[in-house]
């Protein structure tokens, strides 16, 4: 069993975490893309693209929602393998 307080370890350990972080990073911006084509097929198929207009769908808002704290996600997540520390 391997010392978990040897360098090698943590690094190794940190290297694995960054790993991690990076495939969940990968697939919520999948997940983004996903939502985009679902954002523009039902505009497509109500045929309003203006979000502020009374017509817009409510499944179209309600995915972009969703698509907006996807990709803050996203930026905190990329902020912590790169180190950057967090806004207060």
């Given at each position: 069993m391997a010392n978990p307080y040897l360098p090698e370890t943590l690094r190794r350990t940190a290297a694995t975490?960054?790993?991690q972080i990076a495939t969940?990073?990968?697939d919520?911006?999948?997940s983004m893309a996903f939502l985009t084509a679902?954002?523009?097929h039902e505009e497509a198929r109500v045929g309003?693209?203006?979000v502020s207009a009374a017509a817009y769908p409510a499944l179209a808002r309600s995915l972009r929602a969703r698509?907006?704290?996807i990709g803050a996600t996203?930026?905190?997540l990329e902020a912590a393998i790169h180190g950057v520390?967090?806004?207060a």
């Open positions: 975490g960054r790993l969940l990073v990968a919520l911006a999948r679902d954002i523009e309003v693209h203006d698509r907006e704290n996203i930026a905190s520390p967090r806004a």
